[in-house]
């Protein structure tokens, strides 16, 4: 089913632009009427324009008969373990200050499908009241993830990068709780600095304050909270696909649900443990699909969400961390992350003015992957939710990897550029 202004996970855009108060008030309204949804929870991260696009948002609940419960600056996850008859998080997720955008989630926390977004599509105008403010969640979203998911971190010194988004004071205070010696950045939101120069989605600083420290690992999370990633004592980046298998290992699961990004290693790895993979399509949405449908309770993506349902309802990047350091006992994250060996992987965000693939670059991949069949593989598709076109290619060969995602990469320029 055509979809006019969800990506692969919600709805996001440049705010004024593609993301417009408007816009925001019909989508709020329409998933009312589309639920039949009376109280209807709500969180922001800290961009500045997340307060206008609440009250937006509100307005377009309201409109449609039902209560938005305004929880303030909350992760994520928060909003999903707190959905009342429906969920929603306004964030942007990892893009820059200048995004927002609206995550939706059932009432027992689950993302909406393909088919119930696209019935959202088509959301009536809206006008409504305001919303009805809601004090303490973010309290009670921690002590229920220290509760569920924490251990003795006592003697671990941890560097912890907010993205001076949602976490921001929450996530130090959760390792300091139980135990560990905490140095906290990316910790001083101001409405215009999220996941700017920290954050998952850059770990340059976090691996200077990690080497700088002589920390034993650094956990950086998105803007909202959904991402982590994570750097060792040595400045070594572990991604999720590093998270994950050290934490297949440690919990003893029996299926591990990834998407097509995972590295063909981590395939490997968990072939040798008898452990079952079941891949989806990139989003974290379809691997909590899969792991509903397969009874399954841990899966996630090489770019940093991670999701375990024992005790959950969504990816939780401080879930995560928190389950990570629990899972070194003892050890080093190096020598922790050292069971997974990675094939060489090349890796490119283009950006594009179309993100529909032309012929000749359908044609491009098709041989290219038939070159690689057995020993590899290419990936190229659309983002969905950045004007770009991500390409990888995957080899036993470093060198032949980048060669091929250069050579894709400079056709998708020429094509969609």
Known sequence: ????????????????????????????????????????????????????????????????????????????????????????????????????????????????????????????????????????AAGRYLDYVLGAFGADLGGLRVVVDCANGAYSGLAPQAFARLGAEVHAIGNAPDGSNINLGCGAGDTALLRESVLGRGADLGIAFDGDGDRVACVDERGELVDGDGILAILALDLGVELVCVTQMTNLGFHDLMASHGIRVVTTEVGDRYVLEALLREGGVLGGEQSGHVIYLDGHVSGDGLTAGLLLCAALRGRTLSDAAAVLERYPQAKENVPVVSKELTPAVLEAVARLSAELEGIGRVLVRPSGTEPLVRVLVETPSAARAQEACDRIASLVQSELG
């Open 1 to 136: 089913m055509q979809r006019r202004y969800f990506g692969t996970d919600g709805v996001r855009g440049v705010v004024g632009e593609s993301l417009t108060r408007e816009l925001v008030a019909q989508l709020g309204r329409a998933a009312v009427l589309a639920d039949g949804a009376k109280r209807v929870f709500v969180g922001r991260d800290t961009r500045a324009s997340g307060v206008e696009l609440e009250a937006a948002l509100a307005e377009g609940i309201g409109s449609a008969g039902a209560t938005a419960v305004l929880g303030g600056v909350l992760p994520t996850a928060a909003v999903a373990l707190g959905a009342l008859d429906l969920g929603i998080a306004i964030t942007a997720s990892h893009n820059p200050p200048a995004y927002n955008g609206v995550k939706f989630f059932n009432g027992d926390g689950s993302k909406l499908s393909d088919e119930q977004e696209a019935l959202l599509d088509d959301g009536a105008p809206a006008g409504g009241g305001a919303g009805e403010p809601v004090g303490g």
